[in-house]
């Protein structure tokens, strides 16, 4: 006996894309591998931050719990952490050498400068393909929706040309074309949700970095003030 094809078939996800034209074909593709490079980025970038964070909040914790900052230098300062960095960063600078007459407030300034641009520098790093979430959440929708309007033109054209309006000839031509849209929709969606997200994280990362730049600063204005 012949197999039957069943409508539920007909609309599987599977068919839909072998049955739809060579551009919807490409643009459902390009959409598919968007969405698994936005995943790819959403794994990496959660875990990252989860580990960075927990590894400065602990950092940060030891830091103020050491009474030699030299001696916490010695021992933690050299750590791939930004706090460490930005450790590294003031200590440089206050270090540099200075004629008999140190202006205190030039000198405060120019740690506040370098322990920023530290900050700066991690947050570079941790945010560093997040842009691509932000495009693909903007972009996306529109090229799936540029899909099912190329998909319903050929549909409509082919209706035109077998002289047939039935629903069983329309319905799948602009299912196809619909289908489109929805993997769009279906890379956009977790795009913009994780693009939030991720950058909200990093706000508050950013917010910790700084009060731990301000306690830093701090420490040094006192060994400074005992110079």
């Given at each position: 006996m012949?197999?039957?094809?069943?409508s539920?078939?007909?609309?599987?996800?599977?068919t839909l894309?072998?049955?739809?034209?060579l551009?919807?074909?490409i643009?459902m593709?390009?959409?598919?591998?968007?969405s698994?490079?936005?995943w790819?980025?959403?794994?990496t970038?959660?875990?990252?931050?989860?580990?960075?964070?927990?590894k400065?909040?602990?950092f940060?914790?030891?830091?103020?719990?050491?009474?030699?900052?030299?001696?916490?230098?010695?021992?933690?300062?050299?750590?791939?952490?930004?706090?460490?960095?930005?450790?590294?960063?003031?200590?440089?600078?206050?270090?540099?050498?200075?004629?008999?007459?140190?202006?205190r407030?030039?000198?405060r300034e120019?740690?506040a400068?370098?322990?920023?641009?530290a900050?700066?520098g991690?947050?570079?790093?941790l945010?560093?393909?997040?842009?691509?979430l932000?495009?693909v959440?903007s972009?996306?929708?529109?090229?799936?929706?540029?899909?099912?309007?190329?998909?319903?033109m050929?549909s409509?054209t082919?209706?035109?040309g077998a002289?047939?309006?039935?629903?069983?000839?329309?319905?799948?031509g602009?299912?196809e074309?619909?289908?489109?849209?929805?993997?769009?929709?279906?890379?956009?969606i977790p795009?913009?949700?994780?693009?939030n997200r991720?950058?909200?994280?990093?706000?508050l990362?950013?917010a910790?970095?700084?009060r731990?730049?301000d306690?830093?600063?701090?420490?040094?204005g006192?060994?400074l003030e005992?110079?």
């Open positions: 012949p197999e039957v094809t069943t539920g078939d007909l609309m599987s996800p599977l894309f072998l049955q739809a034209d551009v919807v074909k643009v593709l390009g959409l598919l591998a968007a698994i490079w936005t790819g980025i959403i794994f970038h959660s875990a990252r931050l989860r580990s960075v964070g927990s400065s909040r602990r940060i914790d030891d830091f103020a719990r050491s009474d030699d900052l030299l001696a916490f230098y010695e021992k933690r300062g050299r750590e791939d952490l930004p706090p460490a960095k930005i450790l590294k960063a003031g200590l440089e600078e206050f270090r540099r050498p200075r004629g008999n007459h140190v202006d407030a030039a000198l120019r740690i400068i370098a322990t920023d641009g900050i700066a991690a947050l570079d790093r945010s560093d393909r997040l842009n691509i932000a495009t959440g972009v996306a929708p529109f090229v799936g929706l540029f899909g099912t309007v190329w998909g319903i050929r409509f082919a209706i035109a002289n047939n309006t039935s629903l069983a000839v329309v319905a799948p602009i299912a074309a619909l289908f489109a849209t929805a993997i769009g929709l279906f890379a956009a795009a913009v949700i994780a693009y991720l950058t909200h994280r990093i706000d990362y950013e910790q970095l700084g731990f730049a306690r830093f600063q701090a420490t040094l006192r060994e005992r110079a």
